[in-house]
């Protein structure tokens, strides 16, 4: 009996018709979100209020642009808002010390994230543990390290940031000083949104025009006729979990160049953001659909939706509270629609 071969036939290697039906729905979502927001505050439409709910999830949509990628293989990463706080700990170390150049410094980082990408990796794909325990782990140990490194307080750059670091959480055009308090003044163009936008577009390229994106699509869709079809399929598992770690390491320069610091504890839960985000985008958890068109819309439906929590000044416990409910509904819908 023949094997159907998922890369080479286009119904099995590219997301399934109900998936971009499912991004058109996400898109009017996001679209009706846009004018509740703007009903419920009147500071939500303002130049600089639009500007910073970018700026301030860009962190997020880096995280899940690389939980994209694990989802559609049918994994999930629940150590990336770990991975993302440990490789900046260690950064703001780094620099804090003064012996190393800026530039190894953001290599470093770069490397620390993609390192600990490769360790989830190899637990799921070359030691077969389920993806939940063993990047749930990998959460645990990363916090523990950071913790570790920093004797349990933040590690404090201040004024002594370099420029190269600095440069992560500028705006580009940004007005005057005198202007900068003018809330329907332009603010500028958040660099940190501008690494954001070509973070996702690579992983478009990626998931869409290369043959890899076609293996990462074909093992969430079916690992068994994947596997069968003669590609290393431990090697694609483990692959998603190293681009994840790494994207972590550059949402990890994002968050130190903002904080001026690192702190191993300031910031957890963010891949409960990166998770939702996917998720409402469209990605199944089931794997092996999703795009990252339907997560850049998640991500700004996360980020509105926290943004008009706070202009609304909703209690920030109950803020987590809500940001969960919308993974479960998306979940829900998502479990519907694969039944």
């Known amino acids: ?12 290697s590219k997301p399934r018709r109900p998936a971009a039906f499912l991004q058109y729905r996400s898109s009017i979502v996001l679209a009706l979100m846009f004018f509740v927001a703007a009903g419920l505050s009147d500071r939500f439409l303002t130049p600089r209020n639009l500007v910073q709910v970018i700026s301030q999830n860009s962190v997020v949509g880096i995280l899940a642009v690389g939980m994209t990628f694990v989802i559609l293989a049918a994994g999930i990463d629940l150590s990336v808002g770990s991975m993302m706080l440990f490789a900046g700990v260690v950064t703001a170390g780094i620099l804090k010390s003064g012996q190393v150049a800026p530039g190894s410094a953001i290599v470093a980082c770069l490397g620390i994230g993609a390192l600990l990408g490769l360790t989830n990796g190899i637990l799921v794909a070359g030691l077969r543990l389920p993806p939940f325990i063993a ?26 940031l370099p420029q190269s670091i600095q440069f992560f959480d500028l705006f580009l ?57 003669g590609i290393n399929i431990r090697v694609i598992e483990a692959s998603v979990y190293v681009i994840s770690g790494a994207l972590a390491g550059i949402a990890a320069l994002v968050y130190t160049a903002r904080l001026q610091s690192g702190q191993a504890l300031y910031g ?17 958890l089931m794997g092996g659909v999703g795009t990252i068109g339907g997560t850049v819309i998640g991500v700004l439906f996360v980020g509105i939706l926290i943004n008009v929590m706070q202009l609304r000044n909703v209690d920030p416990y109950l803020q987590g509270g809500i940001r969960a409910l919308a993974i479960v509904i998306g979940v829900l819908i998502q479990t519907k629609r694969k039944n």
Request: glycine letters at 10%.
């Open 1 to 12: 009996m023949s094997t159907p071969d998922p890369v080479s036939n286009p119904s099995k």
């Open 135 to 160: 990047t749930l782990a990998m959460q645990v140990g990363a916090i523990s390290m950071g913790q570790l490194y920093s004797h349990g307080s933040p590690i404090i750059i201040g004024d002594k």
């Open 173 to 229: 055009f940004a007005p005057p000083a005198t202007q900068r308090t003018d809330p329907h003044a332009f603010p500028g163009i958040p660099i940190s949104g501008v690494i954001f936008l070509l973070v996702a577009v690579g992983a478009w390229i990626v998931l869409t025009r290369t043959r890899y994106g076609r293996y990462v699509y074909a093992l969430g869709g079916s690992p068994e006729a994947t596997r069968l079809s």
């Open 268 to 284: 957890l839960n963010l891949e409960l953001d990166a998770i939702a985000a996917a998720v409402i985008g469209g990605a199944s």
